[in-house]
């Protein structure tokens, strides 16, 4: 019998819906908004709205806007950050597919920035050769986004969302998925369904340094595993080179977008020396891999625990109004931009892999789903081109649910019962061993599987979490806290699993010692 995080074996009443979406995020509320009204559908999130990686998406959304644009171009752009390993279906379809998607937010009255005119603002990030990226609130896209689509999806009749819910497991049977397990408060509930939508975001949290919520550490790729989903790319870990230094608020850096670079901003040692210059042709603007690698090395040769963004080249007019969440956070902190350099250094930021899925987010459990981060569609490659990822959740997002309205499994039956039954499990661990276990995991994922790796580091990692696999396998787990530990340590073993199967260093996967 595979391993559930519950420990139950008796019948439970059920609540019936065509389809349950887990996560709300811009993922799963883009999804759930392009369902075929008729169908009743479950909107599942562990915490709220504004506690997602979509609500904190600073830069904004690629796609090509401008007569100076071309889908060929974005799809080479992609392409080349994803450094030869991104699907070319899969770029194709998130490129051509972006723009409709971008008009539909502007119908849904997302607010775009735009000029004088009317017309879009359009600026530029990391990886890309041209302008391509539009955005909301300067450098606020991902919460004007999630607001939006948030108050539409409250207002439709056969949305259902359960609010501080915890999906704690995928329920299967010989047809595929049939529905979800899930906590709320002390009550497990079974949400009945032959149609799963995984839309749980990445696994930032898995690391001591990330921009990722408290939440985020992998439940609905940990939850597909276990009821046999397909993990691809797990080893592709992207970090983001610009987080603000700041003493106290460890728990999730503060992250500095990508755009301030596309507007201008250097990356300068303590020395003031623009060290970006010469590493590659686009500098400052290079893909995040290559920037993250970069900024390490600098901080190691000149022993620094950081380095500084210099934004002097724009007026601190221009920045307040462009990025106005980061000045004052900047300026919460004593940081007075534009006169001060701001500290920056490296942290996790988002994963390339995830569960394996089409270009329909069919994975290879029948009725189950997955979009978004958690996904793996093969857009992203090696490393993720900026501003694609919210892309990928409304293009991704709406064919998953295009998908569902023309093939939709029906879920309903007369019994209003169904069997859950798992191995029972009689081992107590007290709460003291689980923080202990996720301060572990932390730092040896960070010491070992970050943005530069040794295969001998990475097979004492697997040692380390296989031995702590050991102490909890046999565990009764019956708290939130617990299941999420559980999953934390589920997805970095797969990470790192993933890691030492690649033996070639390739975009975010950087080997000091790889093999010749």
Request: charged share 25%; aromatic share 8%; glycine share 8%.
């Amino acid at each position: 019998m595979r391993r559930y995080l519950f420990s139950i074996n008796e019948e439970m009443s059920v609540y019936d819906f065509d389809v349950v979406i887990i996560g709300s995020g811009i993922a799963g509320l883009y999804s759930a908004l392009h369902l075929d009204s008729a169908l009743q559908c479950a909107v599942v999130t562990k915490a709220n709205i504004d506690e997602s990686n979509s609500y904190l998406a600073q830069g904004g959304i690629a796609a090509v806007m401008s007569p100076e644009d071309t889908y060929i171009m974005h799809i080479n752009d992609t392409i080349k950050a994803g450094a030869g390993l991104c699907d070319p279906e899969a770029v194709k379809v998130l490129v051509e597919e972006g723009p409709e998607n971008i008009r539909t937010l502007i119908d849904m009255k997302v607010p775009f920035d735009v000029n004088a005119d009317g017309d879009l603002q359009i600026t530029r990030e990391g990886g890309h050769r041209t302008r391509r990226i539009v955005h909301c609130g300067g450098d606020a896209t991902g919460r004007e986004t999630t607001i939006q689509l948030s108050k539409i999806a409250m207002q439709k009749d056969n949305l259902h969302f359960f609010f501080e819910t915890f999906l704690v497991d995928l329920l299967t049977d010989d047809n595929g998925v049939c529905g979800v397990l899930v906590k709320v408060g002390d009550d497990f509930k079974v949400l009945r369904s032959r149609n799963v939508i995984i839309a749980t975001g990445g696994c930032g949290q898995i690391y001591q340094y990330t921009t990722s919520p408290l939440g985020s550490v992998g439940d609905g790729i940990a939850a597909a595993y276990r009821a046999g989903a397909v993990l691809q790319d797990m080893e592709m870990i992207q970090f983001h080179p610009t987080t603000l230094i700041s003493d106290g608020k460890a728990s999730r850096l503060f992250l500095i977008s990508e755009a301030v670079r596309g507007e201008g901003g250097i990356l300068r040692n303590s020395r003031g020396e623009a060290f970006m210059q010469g590493k590659h042709e686009l500098a400052d603007l290079a893909p995040r891999d290559i920037v993250t690698r970069c900024v390490l090395a600098e901080m190691e040769r000149t022993g620094d625990q950081n380095v500084w963004l210099d934004v002097s080249s724009m007026t601190t007019e221009f920045f307040k109004e462009r990025f106005p969440t980061i000045f004052n956070e900047c300026e919460s902190r004593g940081i007075h931009l534009t006169k001060d350099r701001i500290p920056v250094r490296p942290a996790q930021h988002y994963i390339m892999g995830g569960v394996k899925t089409d270009i329909d987010g069919r994975t290879n459990i029948k009725g189950l789903y997955c979009v978004g981060e958690a996904a793996r569609t093969g857009i992203h490659g090696a490393n993720r081109l900026a501003s694609n990822s919210l892309l990928e959740c409304l293009v991704f997002g709406r064919r998953c649910a295009r998908y569902i309205n023309g093939n939709i499994v029906p879920s309903y039956n007369e019994n209003k019962k169904i069997k859950v039954e798992s191995k029972i499990y009689h081992k107590k661990l007290d709460i003291g061993f689980y923080s202990a276990l996720e301060a572990k995991i932390k730092q040896i994922m960070t010491a070992y599987a970050g943005p530069i790796r040794s295969r001998e580091g990475l097979r004492t990692a697997q040692a380390e979490l296989d031995a702590l696999a050991e102490q909890i396998e046999d565990a009764h787990l019956s708290l939130p806290y617990e299941f999420k530990v559980y999953n934390m340590l589920q997805v970095s073993r797969k990470v790192v699993e993933a890691a030492i199967a690649r033996k070639k260093s390739v975009g975010a996967h950087y080997l000091t010692d790889e093999e010749q």
